[in-house]
């Protein structure tokens, strides 16, 4: 796998991954309204304050996954978000990989000394992937109805590795 930048190509290949409100949300939060559409992405993409990557299968080249960093050292905060794996490559350790490198990454770009992020309580997938790879749970931070189920919103952080 690698990492590069994503491509406004990239995000179309993103809206065909969320089929509906609910994985939406699961990925994104309460940032964007269904049905999703291409236009809400492209604002989404043109924050001067985010780093975009896209990881990218190294034998067929396919899109398998994107993920943005949010850095703010006046608020000191570095938050990893809106992380997605391509349905077709999840359960395969694509995730872990991705995840792995966005965080390096991460670290590597900034000095701030912790980095953030949030997970719904019922992803367990993402809330396995997230411990193993050194994230904490730090606290519930808020709840919101989707589809009229009341979802829970973890709060996780992860310092950086020094030494």
Not at 2 to 29: F, H, P
Not at 90 to 110: K, L, P
Not at 152 to 161: F, H, K, S
Request: net charge negative; with cysteine; glycine share 8%.
């Amino acid at each position: 796998m690698e990492l590069r930048s994503t491509t406004a190509n990239d995000l179309q290949t993103i809206l065909g991954w969320v089929k509906n409100n609910q994985e939406m949300v699961m990925w994104s939060g309460p940032t964007f309204t269904w049905p999703l559409e291409y236009a809400q992405l492209e604002r989404y993409f043109h924050n001067p304050n985010r780093t975009y990557w896209s990881a990218i299968d190294t034998e067929s080249q396919e899109l398998v996954g994107h993920a943005s960093l949010l850095i703010d050292n006046d608020a000191d905060l570095m938050r990893v978000g809106f992380i997605i794996v391509n349905p077709e490559y999840r359960g395969r350790g694509v995730g872990r990989e991705f995840v792995d490198a966005v965080v390096c990454d991460g670290f590597q770009a900034s000095t701030l000394p912790v980095m953030k992020l949030g997970v719904y309580a019922h992803n367990t997938a993402a809330l396995k992937l997230y411990e193993s790879l050194g994230f904490s749970k730090t606290g519930v931070v808020f709840q919101t109805t989707v589809d009229e189920e009341q979802w829970d919103v973890l709060d996780m952080a992860r310092p950086a590795v020094t030494g």
